[in-house]
């Protein structure tokens, strides 16, 4: 099991371009969730997809800000444009039933 | 509303001592489950343990133990032995069981001093 893949592992881009956060669950999972975390705010949910479809996306903290699922086994998370507030660690995470979620490493954006 | 608070921003243990690290938590659903996450230095998120409202005995993996007190609405982490490889951030979490979606404490920093 190669567990919950993300890419790329750091980013750096300059403010106003645009950046693309890719995330490969664990086989067989069917919720996938996105992630943000920072100093100030902690561990903010943005969106989560239940068998492709977003459930919630409440958390998405601006309309810069989509997700998407085109299938089971890849979902990206789109900034455009990129600002400097956005500089985070974007989490990846994919569940099925209990316990626990199961979270990919974690893509260290950077908007300079 | 669900809320998770962990009160302890950072901890100090000597190693091979026992440490217990804080989390209550507010919720009014009445089935929901209490899991514990650490983050070392280099970022990823581990699963430690979990703890399911309704389940009897406190839950054990390995050195980690949950120290669950429904009354008191709290679920407090409690490693045995700690060890250098200890040292990183907890995370309380809590979920209900109606959804699927995670609730997470600011976390405690925890140092294990040799």
């Known amino acids: 099991d190669a567990g919950v893949i993300q890419s790329p592992r750091h980013e750096v881009t300059e403010m106003g371009q645009e950046v693309t956060l890719r995330c490969k669950p664990i086989?067989?999972?069917?919720?996938l969730f996105w992630y943000r975390q920072t100093m100030m705010r902690g561990l903010e949910l943005l969106i989560y997809f239940n068998n492709n479809v977003p459930i919630d996306d409440s958390g998405m903290p601006e309309d810069r800000f989509s997700a998407k699922m085109p299938n089971a086994s890849f979902s990206t998370l789109k900034i455009q444009p990129s600002e400097p507030r956005d500089s985070a660690v974007y989490f990846c995470?994919?569940?099925?039933?209990?316990?626990?979620?199961?979270f990919g490493s974690g893509t260290r954006l950077t908007v300079v | 509303a669900q809320k998770i608070t962990q009160t302890q921003p950072g901890m100090f243990v000597q190693e091979k001592e026992a440490v217990t690290l804080d989390c209550t938590y507010d919720?009014?659903?009445?089935?929901?489950?209490l899991f514990w996450y650490k983050q070392p230095s280099s970022g990823e998120m581990i699963f430690l343990i979990y703890q399911g409202s309704y389940d009897q005995q406190n839950a054990t993996e390995g050195r980690y133990s949950l120290n669950f007190q429904k009354a008191r609405k709290s679920a407090n982490l409690v490693i045995s032995a700690s060890q250098l490889g200890d040292s990183a951030m907890y995370f309380c979490a809590m979920s209900p069981h109606t959804g699927n979606q995670f609730y997470f404490g600011t976390g405690t920093s925890l140092t294990v001093i040799p």
């Open positions: 086989s067989g999972h069917d919720y």
């Open positions: 995470a994919s569940s099925f039933g209990r316990p626990g979620y199961t």
């Open positions: 919720t009014s659903d009445p089935s929901y489950g």
